[in-house]
Structures are given as structure tokens and as C-alpha cells.
């Protein structure tokens, strides 16, 4: 009984020590986002934001990872990324990356950091489609790298 008393405990301790040591090395997810499929076609030409996040990390970064993909490689997807500072009373952009390929969802994926993002803020990701083919896509903004 008391062999397996410390067997019981040596799991939760060295369970509790890998877990935290692999949660110190990931950047936290902040905010998801997607748009499609149809995304740029017809009437679906308005941007589309992900909901609001607050970047926390000292290093003033916030990395986008996702994929993109209109189903043909006649006409790749293209999509502006950018990244608003929130204001109730206006936004303001801090920067904007565009990926003109397609990422499919099984595959490489594109990925992209934002510097210069003050830490402590509210920020949102707007997609501005560049493309009449219809795209679909989603994504991660992660605080850090």
C-alpha cells in the first residue's frame, strides 16, 4: 500500500512538472478566426475581424498562423491580414501582411508576426479578401512567437 501511495504520487509530480514545463514554452492562443466558404465572391466582399484580444507578451509581438485556399490555382487566394489596436472610439492600424497563395488546410500553412504591438492593449485581425473566386480560410493570433 505504501509502494503504491508513492507510485500515485511520483505520477501527479512528474505529470504536473511536463506540464508545466511544455505550457512555459507555447505562445497562449489569443483569438481565433475564419471566413467562407465564398469569402471575396458576390456579396461577400466585406471584411471580416476576429473578436478582440489583449497581447500580454514583453517581447511586443503577435503571430498569425492559419491557412487560405480558394480551390484553384488559377486564381490563389489573397488576403489581407492586419492587425487594428482597438478604440471604442476608432481603430488604429498597427500593421498588415498580405499572402497572395493559397495555404490549404491539409498542408503548409502561412505564418506571420506583427511586431511593435504594446502590450496590455486590445487588438483585433481584419481579413480583407482580394479575390472574386470565393476563399475559405481560419487562423490563430498567438501572443509571442
Same mark, same amino acid.
Given at each position: 500500500?505504501?509502494?503504491?501511495?508513492?507510485?500515485? !504520487? %511520483?505520477?501527479?509530480?512528474?505529470?504536473?512538472?511536463? #506540464?508545466?514545463?511544455? !505550457?512555459?514554452? !507555447?505562445?497562449?492562443?489569443?483569438?481565433?478566426?475564419s471566413? @467562407?466558404?465564398?469569402?471575396?465572391?458576390?456579396?461577400?466582399?466585406?471584411?471580416?475581424?476576429?473578436p478582440?484580444?489583449?497581447?500580454? =507578451?514583453?517581447?511586443?509581438?503577435?503571430?498569425?498562423?492559419?491557412?487560405?485556399?480558394?480551390?484553384?490555382?488559377? &486564381?490563389? &487566394? =489573397?488576403?489581407?491580414?492586419?492587425?487594428?489596436? /482597438?478604440?471604442?472610439?476608432? =481603430?488604429?492600424?498597427? @500593421?498588415m501582411?498580405? #499572402? %497572395?497563395?493559397?495555404y490549404?488546410k491539409?498542408?503548409?500553412? /502561412?505564418?506571420?508576426?506583427?511586431?511593435?504591438?504594446?502590450?496590455?492593449?486590445?487588438?483585433?485581425?481584419?481579413?480583407?479578401?482580394?479575390?472574386?473566386a470565393?476563399?475559405s480560410? &481560419?487562423? =490563430? !493570433?498567438?501572443?509571442? /512567437?
Amino acid at each position: 500500500m505504501k509502494s503504491l501511495r508513492f507510485m500515485i !504520487a %511520483s505520477t501527479f509530480i512528474v505529470g504536473a512538472l511536463s #506540464f508545466g514545463s511544455v !505550457a512555459a514554452f !507555447a505562445s497562449p492562443g489569443l483569438g481565433y478566426y475564419s471566413f @467562407g466558404p465564398g469569402f471575396g465572391s458576390g456579396s461577400f466582399t466585406t471584411p471580416v475581424d476576429s473578436p478582440v484580444f489583449t497581447v500580454t =507578451n514583453s517581447s511586443k509581438v503577435c503571430t498569425i498562423n492559419g491557412w487560405q485556399d480558394s480551390g484553384t490555382n488559377v &486564381a490563389p &487566394a =489573397n488576403i489581407d491580414y492586419s492587425i487594428y489596436q /482597438y478604440h471604442w472610439y476608432s =481603430n488604429t492600424l498597427k @500593421g498588415m501582411k498580405n #499572402f %497572395s497563395q493559397n495555404y490549404p488546410k491539409v498542408g503548409s500553412w /502561412y505564418s506571420f508576426t506583427f511586431t511593435n504591438i504594446d502590450p496590455s492593449n486590445d487588438y483585433f485581425i481584419r481579413m480583407t479578401p482580394h479575390n472574386s473566386a470565393g476563399m475559405s480560410g &481560419a487562423g =490563430n !493570433a498567438y501572443d509571442g /512567437y
